[in-house]
């Protein structure tokens, strides 16, 4: 009897351990699948970061080092695994730079979670610790970081150089970031001086040349020809410009027919209506006084015929035709201007004045210019030239991280030193704070503490330096107050980065580690995945 009653409690304990053996085994699973993302970009952290080479389905090619564009291309299955690659968009849209490290912190915290899990820690517990310890970084950051003025315009450069360090355009940064800086502070409206929308930053991107030819305009870029059919002009100076989004072509009936003609007299009579009603559009359109015109893309039918252009190259108008519908609002704020839609809402106050709209031969092919406008709109466009597709694109995607970064400094206007050195510092001082906290907590913070050190690490290793002795000195320097203290990898030693111009906003540390601890604590609070048929 007493055998029977000594079985029947390690009958119960084995059923409850092979209950929490699957939520153990899933969790793990998490783990693994994000952490194996998180690996796959970690070598392209830094300034001496590798490239990827992405190769899609259709045959496309991209090189890049940019977290978000690699793992947006990414064929990710397991679902935890996924979300690593939406941390990475998060960051992408919060911050605009940063997208590699936040996912190189998360996979460094995951990996002390499989430590404290194994340990006998509860998930719950470990959650609430590594929140507690992300409020503390962020206080800590907040505390090292330095206020900027928007009239500092060489801080703003160096920060916006930072971020294009790492970029395989990185040759070309004493270009791009007083560009990038030059393109933000135009679109600042002083109305809300903490709001900049990218949206009315427009990237032309125009083959041929070198990154060293990409220019800002102040005005309008279109990557097409004006309309050289009957001999159309392709120079207007003093222009007055329309915007117009209906079709100068014969009318179509709205439903399918067809018209039997069987004599020619009723043929001439319908393209004489044709060339009636053509002619009508172009004589309401002269008599405003306009000499350049802007035509929507249509899909309905054709937007302007051959007759079309021929009257209106006789009337002296010069033509860009097939403009994308999503650039109507871009080109109406920058002319100052409003879209007409019908003909008989054409007025002379809707136009859009400049000073001259031509077409020049850039590269293989040519683009329209529209320069000195009238009462222009707070925008901008930046002429993107490269010497093929490959570099083009990179350099588009390069220069919208230096955009984001001084948005971020618009928005929250501090900098804060970069090359691992607030990793380390919030390392040391969470370490601190740690061995004040009792019980568990402590242990959890500890080991937040350590994952942060591999930032540091990994850009010494990306830099082939010895990482442990770079660690281990960087460590050091900060123990002794030095808090600017930061790897220069162009030197291979530990320097002041302040004073070696290596700066980045405080939004984007402060968004990686809040993004990274958000994204940790919901992995670890999975402990089961239930597929839905």
């Not at 990185?170 to 030059?182: E, G, I, N, R």
């Not at 007025?347 to 009238?374: F, M, N, Y």
């Amino acid at each position: 009897m007493a055998a029977v009653t000594a079985a029947q409690p390690r009958s119960s304990k084995t059923e409850s351990y092979v209950d929490n053996k699957r939520k153990e085994d899933i969790r793990h699973a998490n783990i693994n699948a994000a952490r194996a993302v998180a690996d796959a970009v970690r070598t392209s952290l830094g300034p001496k970061g590798m490239d990827k080479m992405i190769s899609t389905a259709n045959g496309e090619v991209i090189i890049t080092n940019d977290g978000a564009t690699i793992l947006n291309k990414m064929e990710v299955l397991q679902p935890a695994a996924k979300m690593l690659v939406d941390l990475s968009k998060s960051q992408d849209s919060a911050a605009g730079d940063g997208t590699t490290t936040v996912v190189v912190i998360a996979g460094a915290l995951l990996k002390q979670c499989l430590t404290l899990l194994s340990n006998g820690i509860h998930p719950t517990v470990i959650s609430d610790s590594l929140h507690k310890a992300s409020i503390k970084a962020v206080d800590v950051l907040t505390a090292m970081a330095v206020p900027l003025e928007l009239s500092d315009r060489d801080s703003l450069i160096k920060s916006a150089s930072t971020s294009l360090n790492s970029k395989v355009v990185s040759q070309y940064s004493t270009l791009l970031a007083p560009l990038a800086v030059d393109s933000v502070l135009s679109v600042v409206d002083p109305a809300k001086p903490d709001m900049v929308d990218l949206r009315d930053i427009k990237i032309v991107k125009k083959l041929g040349g070198t990154v060293d030819d990409t220019q800002l305009v102040k005005g309008l870029v279109f990557d097409k020809k004006a309309s050289h059919a009957a001999g159309g002009p392709t120079r207007m100076e003093n222009a007055k410009i329309a915007v117009i989004q209906f079709q100068i072509s014969p009318p179509k009936t709205d439903i399918e027919q067809s018209i039997v003609v069987s004599d020619y007299t009723q043929m001439d009579r319908i393209l004489k209506e044709e060339r009636n009603y053509i002619l009508g559009m172009i004589k309401k359109i002269k008599a405003t006084g306009c000499n350049v015109l802007l035509i929507q893309k249509s899909i309905l039918r054709d937007a302007v015929t051959d007759l079309s252009l021929h009257y209106l190259a006789k009337a002296k108008i010069m033509v860009v035709k097939d403009v994308e519908r999503e650039d109507i609002e871009f080109i109406t704020k920058t002319l100052n201007c409003l879209p007409i839609a019908n003909i008989e809402h054409f007025r002379v106050e809707k136009l859009g004045h400049a000073d001259l709209v031509e077409e020049v031969s850039l590269g293989d092919g040519k683009i329209v210019k529209v320069t000195g406008i009238k009462d222009m709109g707070r925008t901008t466009t930046v002429l993107v030239r490269g010497s093929n597709q490959l570099v083009l694109d990179e350099a588009e995607r390069s220069l919208h991280d230096a955009l984001c970064v001084v948005r971020c400094l618009v928005s929250k206007r501090f900098l804060i030193a970069g090359g691992g050195a607030p990793e380390i510092e919030l390392s040391r001082q969470l370490g601190a704070w740690s061995k004040v906290l009792h019980g568990m907590e402590g242990y959890c913070v500890r080991s937040f503490a350590e994952a942060l050190e591999v930032v540091p690490y990994t850009l010494a290793e990306n830099a082939g330096l010895n990482p442990i002795a770079i660690v281990t000195e960087l460590r050091n320097r900060h123990a002794q107050g030095e808090i600017n203290a930061g790897i220069n990898v162009r030197k291979g030693q530990i320097t002041n980065i302040l004073e070696e111009n290596v700066v980045q906003p405080l939004l984007v540390s402060t968004s990686a580690i809040t993004l990274a601890t958000e994204c940790v604590r919901m992995i670890l609070k999975i402990d089961d995945i239930v597929n839905v048929r």
